[in-house]
């Protein structure tokens, strides 16, 4: 089955800074990819997907991600940190031929001023 | 949150009870999933739908069970609640395979 590893449950940028979320997948087929954010005390909403389209996905409030077949892996970034930005994100896999998604574990992200 | 409703949205219940939490979505979306968020551990699925009576397990399915006899129902039951079910759950839609999921605001359920 599908799985993703998500390395670092906690990031803290400053304001202002890079902000580089980590993603690596398991899939013996071509994978739908997402990254999912969650709000305190909400549910989770897309910031963008990979669908086999262009390796370079734009989503979101400036987000965007970068698959890399050769490296398994579909890291989220943004050249510059939010205090609104302060939440936890998750990333999910699906694949073509399965009826399922699953999630990583999250990377919750702090924003220091 | 696109049309998912959860209900109740908070539940406490005694250990050995059965509980059935509902999703409702207005969509008419094919798929319907039901995760639990715990932390340390993100979502994990727990069982999900492709279509009216097509259901599958997921990754932590023991103790519970689904069913969806409508488009826009899916229920999920705790057969016997204990204490390792305290989490939160969440509902989740989608269209079909590789579309955007839509969530619901999540049912946070403790067990007594």
Known sequence: AQSVTQLGSHVSVSEGALVLLRCNYS?????????????????????????SAATLVKGINGFEAEFKKSETSFHLTKPSAHMSDAAEYFCAVSEYNNNDMRFGAGTRLTVKP | DAGITQSPRHKV????TPVTLRCHQTENHRYMYWYRQDPGHGLRLIHYSYGVKDTD???????????????EDFLLTLES??????????????QGRGTE????????????
């Not at chain 2, 219940?13 to 050995?16: I, L, N, Q, S």
């Not at chain 2, 999921?101 to 007594?112: D, H, K, M, P």
């Open chain 2, 101 to 112: 999921a839509f969530f619901g605001q999540g049912t946070r359920l403790t067990v007594v």
């Open chain 2, 57 to 71: 397990k997921g990754e932590v399915s023991d103790g519970y069970s689904v069913s969806r006899s409508k488009t």
């Open chain 2, 13 to 16: 219940t005694e250990t050995g």
């Open chain 2, 81 to 94: 609640a204990t204490s390792s079910q305290t989490s939160v759950y969440f509902c989740a839609a989608a």
């Open chain 1, 27 to 51: 899939s013996s087929v071509p994978p739908y990819l997402f990254w999912y954010v969650q709000y305190p005390n909400q549910g989770l909403q897309l910031l963008l997907k990979y669908t």
